[in-house]
């Protein structure tokens, strides 16, 4: 028996054993010597199946079904992933074609590959610069807007993420950011539609991250080496299925199959590779027709890939809410803050009615004060007084003889209200003092302007501070005996009212006297504005599916045929966007994702958000959205805040 028929028959003893317990895997024959490669990515495109090969000595070859080269592509080269159906854009024609990325040889310099069909020919697509370690392994990664990126593994604990395409197809490397691992990780892979980025610790163990550019650090185990999970010796090579998971432990000559669904992580099965004496490598792929997983297992002694394929129950998933998620993308960013952390927070809008070009955004800093923007997102001005928390803006407030615009913020460092004036002309800032609360951890915060009248011609101006215990202050804002931009500010409680929990989100439809909270973890609330309005919360909006907590940033835009609440859904990086008016309808979701041609990157984790219907120039003429990005990409750099044009929401939502 030679030695092909040893492994085939140790294979199937292995998987009959199985078997009687299990009735899911049942192997076909091996390959043979035409799959002699180093790694090998099966692509299955309908009927049609192929394979991707990569070599030191033989190169990137492009096999049919039975091995035979359909295309060749005379370039040394290690490691391999591949994708299906991926837009390419060159020369102005765009292109759905399988790529394939790998290392170049011997400059060690990773890059893409494709296979087109039409030419029938395997070229060369790109090359990323050649990095400054030896790259151990590599995987790709498209997201949910397409945008098809990668990650390059550095054994001292570096994962690189570069994006090597945009959804359109265009070529944009750019370095995204560098991910935190584990030393020693040997290998890794993505399951694209559960944003999950496997890696695999040498003699440690499997780990979860997010896969996604925008997700935070942070790892979760999926099985760890005995006596802490059920590998024997660890696993050093993975594949990804869907929902599922194939590891190797090499030194047990285990395949070890994981079910991945619904964030949970399960060993389903195991099965003996006895009769391969190094396996070191591991491909894998679905094929919707039989409804099994074929497995290639590189066997590094005898140099070939054997085949394994088993049964796979797979269902794809169902979304989970009538509102799909639809992607926008921002203009314009700000400078970010001086440093790492959570930092940015809050942004207001204050429009500059002689001159909306010369309109501004500020924006708090929890660690260090205010920041004020130009519509460019330049930093104009920045106040360094306190870890201000929420800011909101109003006009023509009564000051003293005078009437001015206002900035007002909670300082979280003594539980106050910081007032800045801003001159209508400039939109430059003036500290101009505090006002003092009784809260104990003050934290979100929005400003409510009553309706002028005859008594109060620029009506009354009221702070509405939260602390972290669920109360809310309505506070009357006052200020006498004005000496240049300051005041002594007075504040006068006239009401409070409770959630049960921990609130943030606050904003005023002062037009319709109205008061929209946000308690994180439960719901959205209104009450009227007025000081006389009681004290009872009603329901709008629950979290769940649609609004996923935290909830955070809230604001209103004032629409031509009525009022738009939006809020920040923290859980999933997105903003609801709904009717401020009851029955509250939901009229849409979306998220902010990268313009890889701007170099603005997309938008997780928004803590403050602001909205506003004015026409400030330029793409901004239907208004804008400010969000605050928790986690600044491409490259990786402190917290901002983007700017999104009002007529690309509507657009996206069919508004009116």
Same mark, same amino acid.
């Given at each position: 028996?030679?030695?092909?028929?040893?492994?085939?028959?140790?294979?199937?003893?292995?998987?009959?054993?199985?078997?009687?317990?299990?009735?899911?895997?049942?192997?076909?024959?091996?390959?043979?010597?035409?799959?002699?490669?180093?790694?090998?990515?099966?692509?299955?495109?309908?009927?049609?199946?192929?394979?991707?090969?990569?070599?030191?000595?033989?190169?990137?070859?492009?096999?049919?079904?039975?091995?035979?080269?359909?295309?060749?592509?005379?370039?040394?080269?290690?490691?391999?992933?591949?994708?299906?159906?991926?837009?390419?854009?060159?020369?102005?024609?765009?292109? /759905?074609?399988? @790529?394939? +990325?790998?290392?170049?040889?011997? %400059?060690?310099? *990773? =890059?893409?590959?494709?296979? &087109?069909? $039409?030419?029938?020919?395997?070229?060369?697509?790109?090359?990323?610069?050649?990095?400054?370690?030896?790259?151990?392994?590599?995987?790709?990664?498209?997201?949910?807007?397409?945008?098809?990126?990668?990650?390059?593994?550095?054994?001292?604990?570096?994962?690189?993420?570069?994006?090597?395409?945009?959804?359109?197809?265009?070529?944009?490397?750019?370095?995204?950011?560098?991910?935190?691992?584990?030393?020693?990780?040997?290998?890794?892979?993505?399951?694209?539609?559960?944003?999950?980025?496997?890696?695999?610790?040498? /003699?440690?163990? @499997?780990? +979860?991250?997010?896969?996604?550019? %925008?997700?935070? *650090? =942070?790892?979760?185990?999926? &099985?760890? $080496?005995?006596?802490?999970?059920?590998?024997?010796?660890?696993?050093?090579?993975?594949?990804?299925?869907?929902?599922?998971?194939?590891?190797?432990?090499?030194?047990?000559?285990?395949?070890?199959?994981?079910?991945?669904?619904?964030?949970?992580?399960?060993?389903?099965?195991?099965?003996?590779?006895?009769?391969?004496?190094?396996?070191?490598?591991?491909?894998?792929?679905?094929?919707?027709?039989?409804?099994?997983?074929?497995?290639?297992?590189?066997?590094?002694?005898?140099?070939?890939?054997?085949?394994?394929?088993?049964?796979?129950?797979?269902?794809?998933?169902?979304?989970?809410?009538?509102? *799909?998620?639809?992607?926008?993308?921002?203009?314009?960013?700000?400078?970010?803050?001086?440093?790492?952390?959570?930092?940015?927070?809050?942004?207001?809008?204050?429009?500059?009615?002689?001159?909306?070009?010369?309109?501004?955004?500020?924006?708090?800093?929890?660690?260090?004060?205010?920041?004020?923007?130009?519509?460019?997102?330049?930093?104009?001005?920045?106040?360094?007084?306190?870890?201000?928390?929420?800011?909101?803006?109003?006009?023509?407030?009564?000051?003293?003889?005078?009437?001015?615009?206002?900035?007002?913020?909670?300082?979280?460092?003594?539980?106050?209200?910081?007032?800045?004036?801003?001159?209508?002309?400039?939109?430059?800032?003036?500290?101009?003092?505090?006002?003092?609360?009784?809260?104990?951890?003050?934290?979100?915060?929005?400003?409510?302007?009553?309706?002028?009248?005859?008594?109060?011609?620029?009506?009354?101006?009221?702070?509405?501070?939260?602390?972290?215990?669920?109360?809310?202050?309505?506070?009357?804002?006052?200020?006498?005996?004005?000496?240049?931009?300051?005041?002594?500010?007075?504040?006068?409680?006239?009401?409070?009212?409770?959630?049960?929990?921990?609130?943030?989100?606050?904003?005023?439809?002062?037009?319709?006297?109205?008061?929209?909270?946000?308690?994180?973890?439960?719901?959205?609330?209104?009450?009227?504005?007025?000081?006389?309005?009681?004290?009872?919360?009603?329901?709008?909006?629950?979290?769940?599916?649609?609004?996923?907590?935290?909830?955070?940033?809230?604001?209103?835009?004032?629409?031509?045929?009525?009022?738009?609440?939006?809020?920040?859904?923290?859980?999933?990086?997105?903003?609801?966007?709904?009717?401020?008016?009851?029955?509250?309808?939901?009229?849409?979701?979306?998220?902010?994702?990268?313009?890889?041609?701007?170099?603005?990157?997309?938008?997780?984790?928004?803590?403050?958000?602001?909205?506003?219907?004015?026409?400030?120039?330029?793409?901004?003429?239907?208004?804008?959205?400010?969000?605050?990005?928790?986690?600044?990409?491409?490259?990786?750099?402190?917290?901002?805040?983007?700017?999104?044009?009002?007529?690309?929401?509507?657009?996206?939502?069919?508004?009116?």
């Amino acid at each position: 028996m030679n030695k092909t028929n040893i492994i085939f028959a140790a294979l199937t003893s292995a998987v009959v054993s199985i078997s009687a317990v299990q009735a899911a895997p049942t192997p076909v024959a091996t390959m043979g010597n035409n799959f002699s490669a180093a790694a090998i990515a099966p692509l299955n495109e309908g009927k049609s199946t192929s394979y991707l090969a990569v070599d030191e000595s033989a190169g990137i070859r492009w096999l049919d079904a039975k091995g035979k080269t359909l295309a060749h592509l005379n370039q040394p080269a290690e490691l391999l992933d591949s994708r299906l159906s991926v837009v390419v854009n060159e020369k102005g024609e765009s292109k /759905s074609l399988t @790529v394939g +990325a790998t290392v170049f040889l011997p %400059e060690q310099q *990773p =890059g893409l590959v494709v296979l &087109d069909s $039409a030419t029938k020919k395997v070229r060369e697509l790109l090359r990323l610069p050649i990095p400054s370690f030896k790259i151990e392994n590599l995987c790709l990664s498209r997201d949910i807007a397409n945008n098809l990126s990668i990650y390059l593994l550095d054994e001292r604990g570096t994962a690189e993420h570069w994006l090597l395409l945009d959804a359109k197809g265009n070529q944009r490397i750019r370095h995204l950011r560098n991910l935190p691992i584990s030393p020693n990780s040997k290998s890794c892979a993505v399951d694209d539609q559960q944003n999950l980025l496997f890696i695999a610790e040498e /003699s440690i163990g @499997v780990w +979860a991250y997010g896969a996604d550019v %925008e997700t935070a *650090p =942070g790892r979760r185990a999926v &099985d760890m $080496a005995a006596p802490f999970g059920k590998l024997i010796g660890g696993a050093e090579v993975i594949a990804t299925i869907p929902q599922g998971l194939l590891a190797i432990e090499p030194e047990q000559k285990n395949l070890m199959v994981y079910r991945t669904a619904n964030n949970q992580f399960v060993l389903q099965q195991t099965i003996s590779l006895a009769g391969l004496e190094e396996p070191e490598g591991v491909s894998a792929q679905y094929n919707a027709t039989t409804k099994k997983i074929d497995a290639f297992i590189y066997d590094e002694e005898s140099s070939q890939q054997q085949h394994v394929q088993f049964d796979w129950d797979y269902s794809a998933p169902v979304a989970k809410t009538e509102f *799909p998620i639809v992607p926008v993308t921002a203009s314009v960013q700000t400078q970010v803050m001086a440093r790492f952390g959570d930092a940015a927070d809050d942004p207001a809008i204050w429009v500059n009615k002689k001159d909306a070009t010369k309109s501004r955004v500020i924006g708090t800093n929890k660690q260090q004060g205010l920041f004020v923007y130009d519509m460019q997102g330049r930093e104009v001005q920045h106040f360094n007084t306190g870890k201000l928390n929420n800011v909101d803006v109003r006009y023509s407030v009564s000051f003293g003889k005078k009437v001015v615009d206002v900035a007002v913020a909670t300082n979280r460092d003594d539980n106050s209200l910081a007032i800045y004036t801003i001159d209508p002309d400039s939109g430059e800032l003036a500290f101009s003092g505090s006002v003092a609360t009784n809260l104990e951890e003050i934290y979100g915060f929005c400003l409510y302007q009553s309706p002028a009248n005859a008594k109060n011609p620029n009506g009354i101006l009221y702070a509405i501070p939260n602390a972290k215990s669920g109360e809310f202050q309505q506070i009357q804002l006052s200020a006498t005996n004005t000496s240049a931009n300051k005041a002594p500010w007075k504040g006068k409680k006239v009401r409070s009212f409770f959630v049960k929990s921990q609130p943030e989100g606050c904003v005023a439809d002062d037009k319709n006297q109205r008061l929209f909270v946000g308690e994180e973890d439960v719901a959205v609330w209104t009450i009227g504005a007025e000081p006389n309005a009681g004290t009872n919360v009603e329901l709008v909006m629950q979290a769940g599916d649609v609004l996923v907590a935290d909830i955070e940033g809230m604001g209103i835009y004032q629409g031509k045929k009525g009022n738009y609440l939006v809020v920040s859904s923290q859980g999933n990086n997105s903003y609801v966007i709904l009717d401020a008016v009851a029955p509250f309808k939901v009229r849409g979701i979306i998220r902010v994702d990268m313009d890889a041609e701007l170099g603005v990157d997309g938008v997780s984790e928004t803590d403050g958000l602001e909205v506003t219907h004015f026409n400030l120039g330029g793409e901004f003429t239907e208004g804008m959205l400010v969000v605050q990005d928790g986690h600044k990409v491409m490259p990786e750099a402190p917290q901002n805040f983007k700017y999104v044009s009002w007529e690309k929401i509507r657009t996206a939502l069919g508004l009116e």
